[in-house]
């Protein structure tokens, strides 16, 4: 039996073997699959990085319900979500939330402002970072926390101690990073510009700024995670409000569940900075082709 030439060629035509098959089709348009499958994707994609904390959630639930885990040591989730939901209802936790970023922003411009104004200076003069640099390497070896007790010397146990601490672990990523940013544009790109007949102020704005960026956006990324680190360390001296004073009075109650409180929303509020750095990545470097979207 032979088939006919022209249903040969109807099949060829619908069914082109190097296309994709559309699927069914609505109404005489074909379903767009491919953006169905497109969108599962990207929801997956989305959903990906939170698979793991949501199981490690609740499988620490299922061991704190089966008894497995003494509510002493560790309370259920459960039990921490019924604390912050009381603590938010009687707007406690949001007054220790307050001053707690209130000392850790103070604390960042203070530092981090310090180190973006040497870590400039330093990166575009040779003569400043002689001057400079070899002695804020020194001192940048000094761990924060071992200032401790010459900052209670010095400032008490008040305020000014903590912003101190704060300002001290903040300094030096935003100033390294600053550093090497200005020393690592691209010489060739500095000669160009001045073969355009830019002067020294636009060359430093429109050259120099621009391809330090990238670098002086790690250095803050790194000072905010540190100045999270420190704040907690910082708030267990003597404070009378904040997240650190917070966990300790729970401590001493063995409110074991308000001190869990605390530690997650110090994560919370460290990945909130971390989003919002990232943020700031993407809109100031939104001309370079590492930090557009895919």
């Known amino acids: 039996m032979t088939i006919p030439q022209t249903e040969i060629s109807l099949s060829a035509a619908s069914v082109h073997p190097d296309q994709p098959w559309a699927g069914p089709t609505l109404a005489g348009n074909p379903f767009p699959w491919h953006k169905v499958a497109t969108t599962l994707r990207a929801v997956w994609q989305r959903l990906l990085p939170w698979l793991v904390p949501v199981g490690l959630i609740a499988l620490w639930q299922i061991a704190s319900s089966l008894g497995w885990l003494s509510t002493r040591v560790l309370p259920a989730p459960l039990e921490v979500i019924t604390a912050f939901w009381t603590l938010t209802a009687s707007g406690e936790l949001w007054t220790h939330v307050q001053v707690s970023a209130a000392r850790a922003l103070s604390g960042l411009a203070v530092g981090g402002g310090l180190g973006l104004v040497l ?3 330093t990166g575009s003069s040779r003569l400043a970072e002689t001057l400079l640099d070899s002695t804020i390497q020194m001192v940048r070896n000094i761990p924060a926390l071992a200032l401790i007790p010459l900052v209670i010397l010095w400032f008490g146990i008040d305020e000014t101690a903590k912003l101190f601490l704060i300002a001290v672990s903040v300094f030096f990523p935003i100033y390294l990073n600053t550093f090497h940013g200005i020393r690592g544009v691209d010489p060739g790109l500095i000669e160009m510009g001045r073969t355009y007949g ?3 102020w636009q060359l430093y704005t429109q050259i120099i ?3 330090a960026l990238s670098s ?3 250095g803050l990324r790194f000072s905010l995670g540190l100045m999270w680190v420190i704040l907690i360390v910082a708030e267990t001296i ?3 409000a904040g997240i650190g004073y917070l966990t300790m009075n729970a401590r001493e109650f063995l409110q074991t569940d ?6 997650l929303l110090y994560a919370l509020l460290g990945k909130l900075a971390d989003v919002f750095a990232k943020g700031l990545e993407r809109y100031w470097l939104r001309w370079h082709p590492g930090y557009q979207a895919a």
Do not use: K, T
């Open 198 to 200: 830019l002067n020294r």
């Open 238 to 240: 003597s404070a009378q």
């Open 216 to 218: 002086i956006l790690v």
């Open 258 to 263: 308000i001190v869990l409180v605390g530690i």
């Open 209 to 211: 700024l621009p391809g």
């Open 119 to 121: 870590g400039l200076l």
